[in-house]
């Protein structure tokens, strides 16, 4: 069984939400050409994507002639909205994991879904993971940080404690990269921003006692977890010779946190993969490809395969750490 945890989709259509709500700023999709879509932010480009991002059946025929069983589906994003006002990220949200909660339905076997919260307002938030929950989807997607709120923030607390009590899953994704403005240059936000949000996300639930708290939370964090475990001993370091700084909120050092969450696989260096696998453990990696985006493995769950594992190791890897991720067992 392969299983790829990290995949993104879209509704074909999306209503005009900034004209439903009254303000700027959401996502609208625009159906210049047969089978492909600009995405727009108030008429400003963002991004093309392919019919791919939305039809299910294309998607279906792409990952099994990849060699993978089920796709785990994840909004884009740019979509949690948290800069919404409350109760409109809330109706976006439902939106999404509607759509999410259809595929899932319809295509039994083939996907598992991952809903968005509205996490501004914790209070939405939980209503939503509770109906995610009804509507058959295994866990959520949020971001790296919530606005101005780092993972830590006891704001933010309630929902995690929620997801732990409704065995609901956790993925953390990197969004709204911070420097964005000062590295308009070269993809820096996305090649050098990224894998610092992920790292930023790890830390923030570790120095702020989130893991320590709630130890049945079930966290996985994209990218092989950006830059922490390349600069684990560096935080290390800092937790050991400034504990007045970083042992504020928990006294236990970040190594001890180690295989106490988990990490997908997308590194794209066998070496790296190597290394993360080594950090958290065989149990606590899983594949994820980033499809159907560029920036992706584009042959999802191919270095894993070619590592010089034993073959137990490989389907760990490659998908039952995924469905124990997923499931809770």
Known sequence: ?????????????????????????FISLDH???GCARMLRDDVFFREIQENCWDPEVRMREFHGHGVDIQVLSTVPVMFSYWAKPKDAHEVSKFLND?????????????????????????????????????GLKGVQIGSHINNWNLDAPELFPVFEACERLNMAVFVHPWDMMGASDMSKYWLPWLVGMPAESSRAICSLIFGGVLERLPGLRVAIAHGGGSFTSTLGR???????????????????????LGKFWLD????????LDHITDYVGENKVMMGSDYPFPLGELNPGQIIKSMDWTQIKKEKVLGSNALKWLNGF
């Open 235 to 257: 935080i290390e370091h800092g937790f050991n010779v400034r504990p007045d700084l970083c042992a504020a909120d928990n006294k236990f050092p970040p190594s001890s946190y």
């Open 99 to 135: 759509h999410i909660g259809e595929i899932v339905e319809r295509y039994p076997n083939k996907f598992e879904g991952l809903g968005t919260l509205p996490m501004q307002s914790p209070d939405l938030a939980i209503m939503e993971l509770k109906r995610c929950k009804k509507i």
């Open 1 to 25: 069984m392969v299983v790829d945890i990290h995949t993104h989709i879209l509704p074909e259509n999306i209503p005009s939400f900034a004209k439903k709500f009254g303000y700027g700023g």
């Open 265 to 272: 696989s997308l590194v794209h260096d066998p070496k790296m």
């Open 32 to 34: 210049n050409c047969k």
